[in-house]
T-cell receptor, first 117, second 114 residues
Framework: EAGVAQSPRYKIIEKRQSVAFWCNPISGHATLYWYQQILGQGPKLLIQFQNNGVVDDSQLPKDRFSAERLKGVDSTLKIQPAKLEDSAVYLC?????FGTGAHYGYTFGSGTRLTVV | KQEVTQIPAALSVPEGENLVLNCSFTDSAIYNLQWFRQDPGKGLTSLLLIQSSQREQTSGRLNASLDKSSGRSTLYIAASQPGDSATYLCAVKQPTDSWGKFQFGAGTQVVVTP
């Protein structure tokens, strides 16, 4: 099966600029996650979607970050305006989970490495 | 709040030696635990997924055990090779209403020297 697709792979922007990342999950995976991974740390969940509804966005800095998942498939994560501390790898993952009690694992994309200068 | 810890943060072993990586978590109410491998600048590759009802999972040279009562999982890699050099992360999936979310450890960086 095709994996989780992410683009772009790398992005360098100046602080206060805006940037957007795109993710296409595995076909049929209802749950989609965006994670932020700062160098040397484990991934931190930013937002979790179930189909096109938000399940958890408690750690998303909503003053500058936004995300959407139109039609329950592709998703876009946006940062506006970017700060130096947003430099990180942004990972998208998807899972079969439907909240029915069966619990599956994750499949991750290759990530987007963002550098804010 | 679930805390996931991986010790040591870094490990260097000679080729051929067995690797033992540890993961501990504070809340034993988990759905499952997943081990990942991450190469520099890359995404995460799933290695093994252990459901909460299981004690271990095996795949080739990899074996992962799970002891929920003590809040621990161990990943064993037999006869290590230089290609095993990477960062290994564990993640536990915990109940959150009807859904689950994964909490990650910070990872163990492994270097296997020829």
């Amino acid at each position: 099966e095709a994996g989780v697709a992410q683009s772009p792979r790398y992005k360098i922007i100046e602080k206060r600029q805006s940037v957007a990342f795109w993710c296409n999950p595995i076909s049929g995976h209802a749950t989609l996650y965006w994670y932020q991974q700062i160098l040397g740390q484990g991934p931190k969940l930013l937002i979790q979607f179930q189909n096109n509804g938000v399940v958890d966005d408690s750690q998303l800095p909503k003053d500058r970050f936004s995300a959407e998942r139109l039609k329950g498939v592709d998703s876009t994560l946006k940062i506006q305006p970017a700060k130096l501390e947003d430099s990180a790898v942004y990972l998208c993952a998807s899972s079969l989970d439907f909240g029915t009690g069966a619990h599956y694992g994750y499949t991750f994309g290759s990530g987007t490495r963002l550098t804010v200068v | 709040k679930q805390e996931v810890t991986q010790i040591p943060a870094a490990l260097s072993v000679p080729e051929g030696e067995n690797l033992v990586l540890n993961c501990s978590f504070t809340d034993s109410a988990i759905y499952n635990l997943q081990w990942f491998r991450q190469d520099p600048g890359k995404g995460l590759t799933s290695l093994l997924l252990i459901q909460s009802s299981q004690r271990e999972q095996t795949s080739g040279r990899l074996n992962a055990s799970l002891d929920k009562s003590s809040g621990r999982s161990t990943l064993y890699i037999a006869a290590s090779q230089p290609g095993d050099s990477a960062t290994y992360l564990c993640a536990v999936k915990q109940p959150t209403d009807s859904w689950g979310k994964f909490q990650f450890g910070a990872g163990t960086q492994v270097v296997v020297t020829p």
